[in-house]
């Protein structure tokens, strides 16, 4: 179990002249849940579908569960929820659970009672015998979800999960997360919603123009503080020798702020302060949300398109 | 996960299904599906009705008939009305043929449904093979309705059975098999719509080819001869309708020569292995052009 359970080498797509995806390196050891972030058209889907085998890289080389990409042996323990789930749509729910299940090859042993808990746990219990036509954006999102879960996979991927849900919808989805977590099945997530990646993810890489530019652990520690500061003086030399502590100091009107590594730099800077003589009035330090990383790293200039 | 999931622990073992397995269960999918949307019933009742209207004209036209012609133009009537009851099946056949399979692929892919499907631990050629049969088992069904009841027909009220009438209807099978192959294949690639009008235009080349090939031999012109020859190598369709027709009318309609059913260039008979093996081509490009489909 020691290999990851997701691996990119220098992943390229081209559609004719346009590059969509340029280079995709990532892995995602198994138990993880990876969040991809990125602006529309950053490649975040293309990168998936190379990945699940349904689009061929122009180069480049990658594992799924072991096995090269495109070989159907990888994916017998993989799930995958596309953005718009689709499917047959005059078989009833529980008909298009159990051609999903054959098409995967699961035992016929037990499988009505594993098809009916799926479609209990996606709250769609009573709905199981009615057509898929007949449901609503968000039951069809759902039964997708379901689908997804079938043979309990070991990897599942989710893009844009909570696409078409109504709250209860995403909390689901937020609870299926948590579940899979806790059952140690490695979790790939393409969303857009950076508030739910940041409760449910362990680690995201950020993606732009076809590039993985950035990849960081959620978890508090290892995230950068964003720490403000007001003082009776702010020569330069004072700056320079703030600067040390952190980067990107700037003001910000009476403020002063920047960015640090760690929590243990407050202390060393408010000793330093004082063995100064520098009055301090203000200092408050918090982590960055998700989305001011994201608008920082991918740009604002990005999120058009 | 919840105690659903617990009570199915065993499926940790989860192992892929074969390919034969994989392609029986498409083709179970396409054929539910079809069948889902109705497609078989409106295509067996509008059947029905067509073999209905048919009885009831022959019934009196061989009323009449044998009351008042002589054997030879008795035989002549009643071959010339099964034969023209076999043409509207040999063109109802190629229409379902296109109709069933020119959405499968096409329509799928264009929907994402194909997705769902290729995320399964299954080859592409045999979700590709899967549909192919789904869609086969379709058109096998309708064309034996079809064509059965045309017979049968025939038989129980015109007393009267067309010769080699196994022969002829295996040829519509394959007509329309051949059709049905090269709508799925164009499926991989081109839009519903698009893929209709193709395969569509292809039997229409067909067609105004075998008529060039007919009337190029009775005006004894070997470049029309040749190009109508050429034209059914390129899309076999006519060609084997008019080897059906051929095997299927009683030897007087052949002799006299001068019914649109009695074709003065007879296709070959290697024709028949051509057509299979075009056929066996086309599902090979098929399955070759969907493996190589982003989606």
Same mark, same amino acid.
């Given at each position: ?15 004719? %002249? ?140 989710? %893009? ?71 003082? %009776? ?73 | ?58 019934? @009196? ?53 194909a997705e769902a499907l290729c995320t399964k631990p299954i080859s592409r050629a045999a979700v590709a093979l899967g549909k192919w049969l789904g869609c086969w088992m379709l058109l096998a069904v309708y064309s034996l309705v079809l064509c059965g009841g045309v017979l049968l027909t025939a038989r129980l009220v015109g007393r009267y059975t067309p010769p080699h009438a196994v022969a002829g209807v295996s040829l519509l099978l394959l007509e329309g098999t051949i059709l049905l192959t090269l709508a799925l294949a ?74 649109? @059913? ?34």
């Open positions: 179990m020691a290999d990851p359970a997701l691996e990119a080498r220098g992943l390229r797509k081209h559609f004719g %002249d346009t590059a969509a995806v340029r280079d995709l390196s990532l892995s995602v050891p198994r138990g993880e849940i990876f969040g991809f972030l990125g602006p529309n058209g950053a490649g975040k889907t293309t990168s998936m579908k190379m990945l699940l085998g349904l689009v061929r890289p122009t180069s480049g080389s990658g594992r799924l569960l072991g096995a090269p990409l495109g070989d159907p042996a990888g994916r017998a323990r993989v799930g995958y929820l596309p953005e718009h789930f689709a499917f047959h749509e005059w078989l009833e729910a529980i008909e298009l659970l159990r051609f999903h299940a054959r098409l995967l090859g699961l035992s016929r042993v037990g499988l009505e009672a594993h098809l009916s808990g799926l479609l209990a746990r996606v709250g769609l219990a009573e709905a199981g015998h009615r057509r898929v036509r007949d449901y609503s954006k968000g039951m069809k999102q759902r039964l997708g979800l379901a689908q997804a879960l079938l043979g309990e996979p070991q990897l599942v991927f989710l %893009d844009e999960p909570t696409s078409g849900l109504d709250p209860l919808g995403r909390r689901l989805v937020r609870d299926v997360i948590r579940e899979l977590r806790a059952a140690g099945t490695t979790v790939f997530l393409n969303s857009h919603l950076l508030s739910e990646v940041e409760v449910t993810c362990d680690r995201v890489a950020f993606v732009k123009d076809g590039r993985v530019v950035r990849e960081m652990a959620i978890g508090a520690a290892e995230r950068d503080l964003e720490v403000e500061l007001r003082l %009776d003086q702010t020569s330069p030399d004072v700056l320079a020798a703030l600067a040390r502590f952190g980067r990107d100091l700037r003001e910000d009107g009476a403020f002063l702020r920047l960015r640090v590594e760690g929590e243990e730099r407050l202390p060393e800077m408010t000793r330093w302060l004082a063995a100064q003589g520098i009055g301090l009035y203000h200092l408050a330090a918090r982590r960055p949300s998700l989305e001011e990383l994201f608008l920082e790293i991918i740009g604002d200039g990005s999120l058009v398109g | 996960m919840g105690p659903s999931s617990v009570e199915a622990g065993g499926r940790a073992a989860a192992r892929r299904p074969g390919i034969l397995s994989a392609i029986l269960t498409v083709a179970h999918l396409t054929f539910t599906d079809a069948r889902r949307k109705r497609l078989l019933a409106a295509a067996l009742a509008l059947g029905a009705a067509f073999i209905a209207v048919f009885a009831i004209g022959l019934h @009196f036209i061989a009323r009449d008939a044998r009351a008042r012609m002589a054997p030879t133009q008795q035989g002549f009537t009643l071959g010339f009305v099964v034969m023209a009851a076999l043409y509207a099946a040999n063109f109802l056949i190629v229409m379902t043929s296109v109709l069933v399979a020119v959405d499968t692929l096409a329509g799928e892919i264009g929907s994402g449904v164009g499926g991989t690639r081109l839009s519903t719509v698009a893929n209709g009008v193709t395969v569509f235009g292809l039997f229409g080349l067909a067609f105004i080819g075998g008529w060039v090939e007919q009337i190029g031999t009775m005006t004894t012109n070997p470049t029309a001869r040749y190009l109508g020859i050429s034209a059914s190598l390129l899309v076999p369709s006519e060609a084997l309708w008019q080897l059906a027709a051929h095997q299927m009318q009683p030897p007087i309609m052949r002799d006299i020569n001068l019914t649109p @059913f009695s074709p003065a260039s007879v296709p070959s008979p290697a024709m028949v292995a051509w057509a299979v093996g075009y056929l066996l081509v086309a599902l090979a490009a098929a399955v070759r052009l969907f493996d190589r489909r982003d989606l």
